[in-house]
Nanobody
Framework: QVQLVESGGGLVQPGGSLRLSCTAS????????MGWHRQAPGKERELVAV???????NYRDSVKGRFTISRDNGKRTVYLQMNSLKPDDTAVYYC???????????????WGQGTLVTVSS
C-alpha cells in the first residue's frame, strides 16, 4: 500500500515563502511522476507543478518563476518551494504520485491528505 504524507503548510503574509514536503511510504511500487495540485474554496482542483523521476518539471503559468518543484528519489520525497506568495495562492495543496505496483505493473494514482496554505496579511 502506498501512502503520501504532506507537511509544511501554514499561514504566511503576501510576499512570503513556504516549503511543502511530501514523502511516499510503503513497499512494492515504483514512483513515476510526483507533483502538487491545489484547490481553493469554491474552485476546482488544479495542477500546480509536476516532475518525473529525472527532471523536466512543469508548472502552471501563474506560479512560474515563483514556485520550484524538486525531488529526492532516494527519500521518495517531493518538495514545493513557494516564494513571493500571493493571496490567490491560498488553497489546500495536495501531493500526487503516479506509481507502478510491482510485480503486476498496474498503474495507480495516489493522493495525500492535503495541507492548507493561507496567504494573508
Amino acid at each position: 500500500q502506498v501512502q503520501l504524507v504532506e507537511s509544511g503548510g501554514g499561514l504566511v503574509q503576501p510576499g512570503g515563502s513556504l516549503r511543502l514536503s511530501c514523502t511516499a511510504s510503503g513497499s512494492g511500487f515504483i514512483i513515476n511522476d510526483m507533483g502538487w495540485h491545489r484547490q481553493a474554496p469554491g474552485k476546482e482542483r488544479e495542477l500546480v507543478a509536476v516532475m518525473g523521476p529525472g527532471d523536466n518539471p512543469n508548472y502552471r503559468d501563474s506560479v512560474k518563476g515563483r514556485f520550484t518543484i524538486s525531488r529526492d528519489n532516494g527519500k521518495r520525497t517531493v518538495y514545493l518551494q513557494m516564494n513571493s506568495l500571493k493571496p490567490d495562492d491560498t488553497a489546500v495543496y495536495y501531493c500526487n504520485a503516479k506509481v507502478l505496483v510491482v510485480p503486476s505493473f498496474r498503474s495507480l494514482e495516489v493522493w495525500g491528505q492535503g495541507t492548507l496554505v493561507t496567504v494573508s496579511s
